[in-house]
């Protein structure tokens, strides 16, 4: 394998529905201002070039094999083709198209797994959609999980980080509903969760001694017991334990005045108790270019932050400047 082809990344087609599509050739389209690694799209060739036709864009579409990825990359979109067509109207999601978005997430993983390319950055899915049409994962996040346990027979333990320069932000419980968050927080998930961010803040992100600070789960982190008592039975023993394992740890910290900015400067990711407690924030300080990173994976993954639009696709109006943080990281972190 050429050190070149090693540097590509494989970014997912996504929803096809979504802005995904729009924003790979918007992506590619920027590749040099921004200087964008050298990435492929495992997508339909002819459905690509047919969005990009649409707006009216100039991106050659090349199929490529995937050692010619970074000398295709200059002059023309890099594409793997997957085994199905694709065709879909922007904003009308289906689930008739599952099966190109489930390809071509497994196909990524594969040829990542197989050496072949650093990392895999994903467009966004609908989740919903691919329910409809019988996927049995909640997202992204324990699919990717799941495809490399299948590989390698290794209980992989997926931890989802949405990470900016501002501000970390890992939620430990992820995509379950809100009042199923207490029986699932346990003491265990706390700290096999700090564990596993702590060691890729280190081996990953070359933080040596990253520092942690972790959120209550009830207002005012539990009022000494008097609003909620998870505070004090579950996440206080399991800081303890993580700071016993060296690791530097506060909390569990108010979640309401852990985020302005000294309180940020004091930490380098936060640990919410769920998937909103950390998103609103990261969403808020830093949604065009924060990053959604799988952490505890035996492979390199990345995201934008944001999901599929259906509100927007198809007009032309979405920024690409999530996923083009999202190709920077990934190749970043495909380096370590
Ligand atoms: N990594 C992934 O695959 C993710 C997928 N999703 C999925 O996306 C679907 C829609 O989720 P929503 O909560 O509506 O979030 P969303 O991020 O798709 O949209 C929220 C709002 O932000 C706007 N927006 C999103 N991305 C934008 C961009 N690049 N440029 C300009 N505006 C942008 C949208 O127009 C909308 O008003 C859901 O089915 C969810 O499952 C959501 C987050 C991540
Ligand atoms: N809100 C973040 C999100 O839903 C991302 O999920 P995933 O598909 O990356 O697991």
Redesign the pocket.
Known sequence: MSGLNQRSLLLTQGDPAG?GPE?SLRAWLQRKEHSLPPFAVLSDPKFLERVAQGYGWKVPVKVVAIEEIGTVFPDALPVIPLGVTVSAQPGQPNAAHAPSVIESIETAVRLVRAGAASAVV?N?????VLYEAGFRHP??TEFLAALASEADGHAYHPVMMLWSEQLAVVPVTVHIPLSKVPAALTEELIVLTGRIVAREMRERFGIANPRLAVAGLNPHAGENGAMGTEDGAVIAPAIETLRREGIAVAGPLPADTMFHARARSLYDAALAMYHDQALIPIKTLAFDEAV?VTLGLPFVRT??D????F??AGKG???PD?LMAALKLAARLGRS
């Open positions: 802005i924003l994903t966004p899915i609908a989740k919903h997202g992204h959604n995201s934008p944001h999901g599929t639009a509100d927007i109006i979405a920024r999530s």
